[in-house]
């Protein structure tokens, strides 16, 4: 192997040198925190619902490591929130609110259901996938639906105590502490999902999604890829699932309704699919586009959400890191 | 001496359509193969089967002389048999480099490594590199695929398995759809791969396999009906009649 090494020389190993660091963190890449810091500064009156946004930008980063990088299309990810978001409720309604290990046996969970959920579902793709992953989220629903005697059904699951964070921080009235805690999952999550798409394994899931007939043909386990990552990204919406459950003290069927599937897609093609940072734009822009109509036209925000998407869809195709990518092309052509 | 592959009794049938009858086929390392035939003859199909793509209905597959019939398409790449598409099957959004350096990272075994950044494989990226200048594809290598014309995205195909380093490759019509004025390059590339490499060109532009070929197989409704050398083959009466075509008597 390390014949290749040294072969090459100039411009050729300049160019080898760069391509090998492409994936070095770079200044921009922190960004996003310089931002949600400063938001928790500057919006501190509104620390829940930029608490909940960091959560779903977890759930958003979940959705995009299987969809935007594997090409596995799915409509049930709910199903994983929910699994996540009623572990921790039910674990915190019986006696157990320990959050940290709430958010672990969310994890666990969810991810269990991905695995095994997967290994069924994940023999087909295209269309028939799209269903099948519905059904999965379908089944959960009626499931927890069905169980109201430990979920509440549909009036939700009352009476979470969630207890305080390394014994120390309360989930105060204010949000503080929801947001601060958010914000460090979410970094560790994105820490995780930032390795696993840049690594080599992480390659080969872009190969899956851009022809699994060669990655098979180059001797690649497609199978066992796919059931890795969908069972990953189950575990990682259970983890939003959680912090979601666990921060606001409650959680009821919504967690695993196909609005959730269909909504999270959509913060997610806002933003841009499969270049890791569309969780961090998408979501935020949908999450406030949503609260701030919600507030100005209570009984028609839906339309206007509508609205806004139908533009989107028409001016920002790539979503917004699309746009940003034809921008600064636009701008190096004319350099 | 094992053969490179070895073929018994081949057999794969859809309900009533047969599309491998019985194909009794070997070639030795180093071989140069052409199979040949008419469309629907079953040519791709015996590459699905030998790849591993198609699982035979019965017959056997051997490779180097070991069984390889009940493995999978990727333990059998791990061996050394490797195909390439008639239609280009590549990673379209990816660049050049990414193309063949996926190939090295399954064939290095690294491939399932998510904890260390894909950077940091550098003998793989310099490899890939290599693969290309060999093909005369290096200053294509940042390009994404959909950049490059289709005769260029057909070197691709052979640059991607040959970062497989295969003791048998697979050459499913390499100049398919390619204009007359590319198949000399393709013609070139084909020439220049490794004496240690036995392959198996399926290909209907005869100036190709009578250039390549040391060797001929004509397959006709899924049954090998001759074989020989292309001296052999060209002159031979049933060929022409079903194949190569005769000149009209008057």
């Given amino acids: ?335 | 001496m094992n053969r490179a592959i070895e073929t018994v009794r081949l057999c794969r049938n859809f309900g009533g359509i047969i599309v491998a009858d019985a194909i009794d086929f070997r070639m030795d390392p180093g071989a140069r193969h052409a199979l040949i035939g008419p469309n629907g003859a079953g040519k791709t199909s015996f590459i699905n089967l030998v790849s591993g793509a198609l699982q035979p209905s019965s017959g056997g597959i051997r490779l180097g002389g070991e069984d390889i019939t009940a493995l999978s398409q990727a333990q059998r790449v791990k061996r050394g048999l490797v195909r390439t598409f008639q239609i280009n099957a590549l990673f379209r959004r990816l660049s050049v480099l990414d193309n063949v350096t996926l190939a090295i990272a399954e064939r290095h075994g690294f491939a399932a490594d998510f904890i260390r950044s894909c950077g940091r494989h550098r003998a793989a990226i310099d490899e890939s590199y290599a693969t290309l200048e060999q093909l005369g594809l290096a200053q294509d290598a940042l390009k994404p695929v959909t950049d490059l014309d289709y005769g260029r995205q057909r070197m691709i195909e052979i640059a991607i398995a040959l970062g497989l380093k295969p003791k048998v490759l697979l050459l499913d019509e390499p100049a398919a759809g390619v204009s007359t004025g590319d198949v000399g390059s393709i013609i070139k590339v084909i020439e220049r791969l490794p004496e240690t490499i036995a392959v198996l060109l399926i290909e209907h532009d005869m100036d190709l396999v009578f250039r390549i070929a040391r060797r001929i197989t004509v397959l006709v409704g899924g049954r090998v009906l001759i074989e020989g050398t292309p001296e052999l083959i060209a002159r031979d009466p049933q060929v022409r009649r079903v194949y190569l075509g005769e000149r009209r008597r008057p």
Avoid at chain 1, 1 to 8: C, G, I, N, Q
Avoid at chain 1, 230 to 251: D, E, H, K, R
Avoid at chain 1, 254 to 261: A, I, K
């Fill in chain 1, 1 to 335: 192997m390390t014949v290749f090494r040294d072969r090459f020389t100039g411009n050729d190993k300049a160019m080898l040198d760069r391509l090998a660091r492409r994936h070095r963190l770079e200044p921009v890449e922190a960004l996003p925190w310089i931002a949600a810091v400063t938001a928790g500064f500057v919006f501190s009156d509104y620390l829940a619902l930029l608490a909940q946004i960091l959560a779903t930008i977890v759930f958003a980063l979940s959705v995009d490591l299987v969809l935007g990088y594997a090409g596995i299309v799915t409509l049930g990810h709910a199903a994983f929130f929910g699994a996540g978001a009623y572990t921790a409720g039910l674990l915190a309604a019986n006696g157990w609110g320990e959050p940290l290990s709430g958010l672990l046996a969310a994890a666990i969970a969810a991810g269990a259901i991905g695995l095994v959920s997967g290994a069924v579902i994940l023999r087909t793709s295209g269309l028939t996938l799209l269903m099948q992953t519905l059904m999965v989220a379908a089944m959960l629903y009626e499931l927890a639906n069905k169980a109201h005697r430990f979920t509440g059904g549909a009036d939700g699951l009352q009476g979470m105590q969630v207890w305080p964070i390394f014994g120390l921080f309360r989930f105060d009235m204010f949000g503080r502490t929801a947001f601060l805690y958010c914000l460090v999952v979410l970094f560790l999550c994105w820490l995780i999902v930032r390795m696993v798409v840049q690594s080599a394994f992480g390659r080969s899931l872009t190969g899956i999604r851009e022809n699994a007939l060669r990655m098979h043909a180059i001797g690649a386990p497609v199978s066992r890829r796919k059931l890795i990552v969908y069972t990953l990204s189950a575990a990682l919406s259970g983890v939003a699932g959680a912090l979601i459950a666990q921060t606001t003290q409650f959680v009821d069927l919504g967690v695993l309704s196909l609005e959730r599937s269909g909504a999270i897609l959509i913060m997610l093609i806002i933003g841009g699919v499969g270049q890791l940072y569309g969780a961090f734009i998408g979501v935020p822009l949908y999450m406030i586009a949503q609260d701030r109509f919600a507030t100005v036209d209570p009984v028609n925000w839906y339309f206007w959400i509508g609205l806004f998407m139908v533009l989107l869809v028409i001016f920002v195709r790539g979503g917004v890191l699309g746009a940003i990518a034809r921008m600064r092309g636009r701008i190096g052509a004319r350099k």
